[in-house]
C-alpha cells in the first residue's frame, strides 16, 4: 500500500493517563503517525518515557488532582461489587485546554484520560476550543453511567440508574448522575467523533443512547509488526531455557482475581489438559504482576514467571517461544496480548466475546472458544498443540490500512468542517 499522505492539518495531539515504552497503544499510534508525517505528540498525567519532547506529562499539580479525586471515587464506590470490575467517576480532572500542545494541535486524541487526569468538565472545556475531539474508547465507560464493562446489565442502552455494580439501591444514584453529566456534554457539541478499535464496542457505540448520534469510525490500534514477528522458535525457547518441552503455553497475567481476565476458567482448562496430554512435557510462561506464588500452587504444569515486562524485546521473546497463547478474558475490547501474539506467528485461544472474534479466525490462526466454558477452551489449546496451529494476523490489522483509516477520519472532520 502507498504511504498515507496526511492532510494539510497535520497537527496531533493524545491524551492520554499514562505513556510506558511497552505496550501502550497510544505511543504506537503516535509512532505509526510519525511515520508517516503527522506532527504527533502525547501529553500524559504520568510517564515512564523519558528524553522525548514529543511525550510530555503535566507534573505534580496534576498527580495531586488525581489523588484527591481517586480518594472521592474510592470513597463513594467503597461499597461496590468486586465482581463486576471498575466504575470510574470523574470528580475532578486537570484543565489541559491552555496547554501549548492542546493549543496548536489541530486534532486532540481523547485515549483512556480517567483515573483523575481528564474529567467530563475537562473534556467539555476542550470542546469548547472548537477543534475536533476524536475520543479513542479502549472500553466502554464512554458509553455508560461509570462501568468499563457492564456484563450481563443493559440499563446504559436506556439510562444508568440504580447500578448493579455499586449496589445501589437509588434511581437517582451516581450513575444515573453521570449519565446524564455525559448526555448534555455530547448534546452541547457536534465537534465530537468516537473511535472503536473493536466491531463489537462499535456497534454498542451505535445503538447506545449516549453515542447514538454521534460519527463512529471503528479503526484498530496498530502494533509495530516491525518488531513483532516470528523468529526461530528453538532459539527462543532455549534462550528461555525451556527448549525440552513438547508444548508451552503463554499467558498474561496482572490480577488473578480481576473480574474481567477470566483466570477461574483457564485454571480448570489447565487442569483438564494435564490428562488429555499427560504423556507430553508441558510448560507454562506467565509474564505480568500476578502473585508467582499464588499461581504455581494453581498451574498444573512447570511454570516460569517472566514478571511485569517494561520492554517489547523480551515481549517479543515470550511470544516466539510459546506454541500457544491463551487468553480467557471474560471482557475485553481488542487485547494488544492478542494482536502481538499473532504478529509472531503463535495462535492464541480465547472466548467468544468482546472484541476477540475480530482477531481470531476459528480453527484458522486461534481457537474460539465458547463463553465461559472452561472444557471447550481446554478443547482449544489441544488442537492449536496437536495440530501444529500457526498464528497469522488479519489483513485489516496492517498498519498501512489503519493508518489510511485515520486519514479517512480526517479527510470525514475536515469535511464537515
Known amino acids: 500500500m502507498d504511504k498515507v499522505i496526511p492532510p ?15 505496550g501502550n497503544y497510544t505511543i504506537r499510534l503516535h509512532d505509526a503517525l510519525l511515520e508517516h508525517g503527522f506532527d504527533s505528540f502525547v501529553l500524559s498525567l504520568n510517564s515512564d518515557v523519558k528524553g522525548n519532547p514529543r511525550i510530555q506529562n503535566l507534573g505534580k499539580k496534576g498527580l495531586l488532582i488525581r489523588k484527591i479525586n481517586q480518594r472521592l471515587q474510592d470513597y463513594v464506590t467503597r461499597k461496590k461489587s468486586k465482581i463486576h470490575g471498575a466504575f470510574t467517576l470523574s470528580f475532578m480532572g486537570s484543565d489541559v485546554s491552555s496547554h501549548p500542545l492542546v493549543k ?5 486524541y481523547i485515549h483512556w484520560v480517567l483515573g483523575g487526569f481528564l474529567s467530563v468538565k475537562s473534556l467539555d472545556k476542550l470542546a469548547n476550543l472548537g477543534k475536533p475531539l476524536i475520543m479513542v474508547m479502549h472500553d466502554m465507560w464512554s458509553l455508560t453511567g461509570g462501568c468499563s464493562y457492564s456484563f450481563d446489565c443493559e ?7 440504580k447500578c448493579p455494580l455499586l449496589i445501589s439501591r437509588k434511581e437517582n444514584d451516581v450513575s444515573y448522575k453521570q449519565f446524564e453529566e455525559k448526555k448534555k456534554f455530547y448534546r452541547k457539541h457536534d465537534n465530537i467523533y468516537l473511535v472503536s478499535p473493536s466491531s463489537w464496542l462499535f456497534n454498542l457505540a451505535k445503538s447506545a443512547p449516549l453515542t447514538q448520534n454521534k460519527p463512529v469510525f471503528q479503526i484498530p490500534n496498530p502494533i509495530d509488526d516491525t518488531l513483532f514477528k516470528p523468529f526461530d522458535k528453538h532459539v527462543a525457547k532455549k534462550i528461555l531455557n525451556m527448549e525440552n518441552y513438547d508444548h508451552i503455553i503463554c499467558f498474561g497475567a496482572n490480577f488473578i482475581n480481576s473480574p474481567y481476565k477470566g483466570w477461574g476458567y483457564l485454571k480448570e482448562a489447565l487442569h483438564n489438559l494435564r490428562d488429555k496430554l499427560s504423556e507430553k512435557k508441558i510448560g507454562v510462561l506467565v509474564f505480568g504482576n500476578a ?4 499461581l504455581a500452587n494453581e498451574i498444573p504444569f512447570d511454570s516460569k514467571f517472566m514478571g511485569f515486562i517494561r520492554d517489547d524485546y523480551t515481549t517479543n521473546l515470550i511470544y516466539n517461544a510459546a506454541d500457544v497463547f ?11 496480548t492478542i494482536i502481538e501474539s499473532m504478529c509472531c506467528g503463535t495462535p492464541v485461544v480465547g472466548f467468544k466475546t468482546g472484541g476477540i472474534p475480530d482477531i481470531i479466525e476459528h480453527g484458522r490462526n486461534g481457537y ?8 471447550d477452551f481446554s478443547k482449544g489449546i489441544e488442537y492449536c498443540l496437536t495440530n501444529g496451529l500457526k498464528g497469522r494476523l488479519l489483513p485489516q490489522f496492517d498498519k498501512a490500512i489503519i493508518l489510511e483509516k485515520h486519514n479517512d477520519l480526517f479527510s470525514f472532520i475536515n469535511h464537515q468542517a
Open 104 to 108: 496548536e494541535a489541530d486534532y486532540i
Open 291 to 294: 502473585s508467582r506464588q499464588d
Open 326 to 336: 491463551v487468553a480467557p478474558s471474560l471482557a475485553d475490547n481488542l487485547p494488544t
Open 368 to 375: 474460539l472458544a465458547d463463553y465461559k466454558d472452561a472444557a
Open 8 to 22: 494539510n492539518k497535520n497537527k496531533v495531539v493524545h491524551l492520554q493517563f499514562g505513556s510506558s515504552p511497552s
Open 155 to 161: 440499563k446504559f442502552l436506556t439510562h444508568c440508574g
